[in-house]
């Protein structure tokens, strides 16, 4: 099989007929180019499409619209519920798998409004969100972003962390542990960050209140290098996987890379990535193997997701979705299931320019005897 042209040595990129997407599974994912039914593209294949119909509607089979509003969502611990952000700014929900039945978990208190929900793995909530606004939109995104923690019944008001974060955090599925991403200095826009610091917390309760315990540093890049961000943990708690952007002013042929932190020998490991390609790392695989990524060859044309494999010697990218096969659409935020199965994702138009925003939330079925790695080794 002829290699690509835009790939470097090592790397595979590959694209996943919409037929087969039921049916994906481990081998699917597995290094083998004799007897592949892939077929490997290059980043030109990403192109924008002029497919008529509503990709918001018009989905696969094994694809359902859950929600007709809302972005970021993230699974609960036991997988029975999804937590999200109605709009950028604004309340967080919870809808419950089964029923469909869907909760606001945060209009009962006054706030400026959240931009992230995550689930802690005692069913607890952490918010994220400004609770002073900057001067403009940008300064409160980089600078005034806190965590907040919010009890599972969503009866108390949200109870300020006093830690504020630059982007996204990453919450184990197994412990009450917490990362995220401080910037110094805490800046109003990227061009002002000298570097990126990621710390590590356990969240207790002490006398009814929620506090940070344990809280150490894992990892400082400088600017120069790129502003890291936390997204998920490794299997057991053992490292995290992260986002590595690279800022304008650096002009470099990429716009991300794909990290991984050891937390015990402090090993930064990087998963390259084809040179045109947009690869931004989200939510992981049971397997701690595998890892869903945002990829396109024009973020701001649009953007679908592939599943990456973790081999730092030869990572593989499998293209999963074909949204931009409609023009100008976008899936984003993507998570998998604790049990493997299934990816919660947001739609939306890429008109929108602002970051994280979408415009409902869409499941997909990987198969009950197809899913990839259902459970950490």
């Not at 007929?17 to 597995?30: N, R, T």
């Not at 809808?95 to 802690?120: E, Q, S």
């Not at 710390?199 to 290098?225: C, H, I």
């Not at 198969?367 to 790695?373: D, H, I, T």
Request: with cysteine; net charge negative.
């Amino acid at each position: 099989m002829p290699r690509s042209k835009i790939a470097p040595a090592g790397l595979v990129l590959t694209i996943l007929p919409l037929a087969a997407l039921g049916g994906l599974s481990s081998s699917v994912l597995a290094r083998s180019e004799a007897g592949s039914s892939q077929t490997e593209v290059d980043v030109a294949d990403f192109r924008i499409g002029s497919k008529p119909g509503n990709p918001t509607f018009d989905l696969p089979s094994n694809m359902r619209l859950l929600s007709a509003f809302g972005e970021r969502p993230v699974f609960s611990p036991d997988g029975t519920r999804i937590a999200f952000i109605g709009a950028s700014y604004g309340d967080a929900y919870e809808m419950d798998l089964k029923t469909g039945a869907v909760r606001n978990l945060t209009a009962h208190a006054p706030h400026n409004g959240f931009l992230r929900v995550h689930y802690l793995a005692d069913g607890n909530f952490i918010l994220m969100g400004p609770r002073v606004m900057g001067p403009d939109r940008e300064s409160t995104r980089n600078a005034h972003i806190e965590l907040f923690w919010l009890d599972a019944a969503a009866t108390r008001a949200p109870v300020a962390l006093e830690r504020t974060a630059f982007e996204g955090i990453a919450v184990s599925p197994r412990t009450n542990l917490l990362a995220w991403s401080e910037i110094e200095p805490r800046a109003k826009s990227f061009g002002e960050i000298d570097r990126t610091v990621i710390k590590l917390a356990r969240v207790a309760m002490e006398d009814g209140q929620p506090v940070l315990r344990d809280e150490r540093q894992v990892l400082e890049t400088k600017a120069s290098r790129c502003l890291v961000e936390p997204q998920d943990f490794l299997p057991d708690d053992t490292g995290l996987t992260a986002p590595c952007y690279f800022t304008p002013f650096l002009k470099r042929e990429r716009q991300t890379e794909v990290l991984s932190v050891d937390f015990g020998s402090g090993a930064l490991t990087s998963y390259p990535t084809p040179a045109a390609l947009y690869g931004e790392v989200e939510g992981i695989f049971p397997d701690g193997r595998h890892t869903l990524v945002e990829c396109s060859g024009d973020r701001a044309a649009g953007m679908d997701i592939c599943i990456l494999e973790l081999k730092a010697d030869k990572p593989r990218y499998t293209r999963l979705t074909r949204i931009m096969d409609y023009g100008r659409w976008k899936y984003g935020n993507p998570v998998v299931s604790p049990d493997g199965r299934y990816i919660a994702m947001q739609i939306g138009s890429a008109d929108v320019v602002d970051a994280g925003v979408g415009q409902g939330i869409v499941m997909m079925d990987l198969g009950e005897k197809s899913s990839v790695a259902r459970t950490a080794p």
